[in-house]
T-cell receptor, first 118, second 114 residues
Framework: GAVVSQHPSWVICKSGTSVKIECRSLDFQATTMFWYRQFPKQSLMLMATSNEGSKATYEQGVEKDKFLINHASLTLSTLTVTSAHPEDSSFYIC??????????????FGEGSRLTVL | GESVGLHLPTLSVQEGDNSIINCAYSNSASDYFIWYKQESGKGPQFIIDIRSNMDKRQGQRVTVLLNKTVKHLSLQIAATQPGDSAVYFCAAPGGASNTGKLIFGQGTTLQVKP
């Protein structure tokens, strides 16, 4: 079945550095991908919609200059956390919609990337 | 917009018993709902979904019930197994139903006692 892969699955960085997380759709094309953030014992909160070939759409309260999203191809979206701080430590999860699937629910989630900022 | 909430943060059941996890939503215009299972340190895993023109849908050991009158849905797991231990989220569209954008409920942690 369709697979969405995230890399890295776990990253530790120093405060002030930038970290890039990749989200790839392995066997389908996705013009739209979604980035979520999940703090411990909390729900997934949508951060932004990543649109292939155009600018991402950010949810209210999410800083677009801090969370840079690039969707340069139909199978890859990247999320860069710039000048990361400890409060950015979280589980970042992407999802991608199989454009060949017309049914609702044809969304596939990645395994998540855990960011720890020291 | 839509908001989704779950009734109980934690549910503890005995292995072999049936589990019922509840969820409430606010937007009566939402036309489909999805249940996800999330194991520790992993991404959400699709379990089952239901469209608003249905009130029940069954899968393997799982059933989703939708009550549009009171804007409530539930996930029933039959013969709960230790492998069912996880956090369960209901989700609804955050905008138009075919965009893929989802709003998640708070999650219920299911603990299965052997």
């Amino acid at each position: 079945g369709a697979v969405v892969s995230q890399h890295p699955s776990w990253v530790i960085c120093k405060s002030g550095t930038s970290v890039k997380i990749e989200c790839r759709s392995l066997d389908f094309q996705a013009t739209t991908m979604f980035w979520y953030r999940q703090f411990p014992k909390q729900s997934l909160m949508l951060m932004a919609t990543s649109n292939e070939g155009s600018k991402a759409t950010y949810e209210q309260g999410v800083e677009k200059d801090k969370f840079l999203i690039n969707h340069a191809s139909l199978t890859l979206s990247t999320l860069t956390v710039t000048s990361a701080h400890p409060e950015d430590s979280s589980f970042y999860i992407c999802s991608a919609r199989d454009e060949g699937g017309l049914k609702t629910g044809e969304l596939f989630f990645g395994e998540g990337s855990r960011l720890t900022v020291l | 917009g839509e908001s989704v909430g779950l009734h109980l943060p934690t549910l503890s059941v005995q292995e072999g018993d049936n589990s019922i996890i509840n969820c409430a939503y606010s937007n009566s215009a939402s036309d489909y709902f999805i249940w996800y299972k999330q194991e520790s340190g992993k991404g959400p895993q699709f379990i089952i979904d239901i469209r608003s023109n249905m009130d029940k849908r069954q899968g393997q050991r799982v059933t989703v019930l939708l009550n549009k009158t009171v804007k409530h849905l539930s996930l029933q797991i039959a013969a709960t197994q230790p492998g069912d231990s996880a956090v369960y989220f209901c989700a609804a569209p955050g905008g138009a139903s075919n965009t893929g954008k989802l709003i998640f409920g708070q999650g219920t942690t299911l603990q299965v006692k052997p």
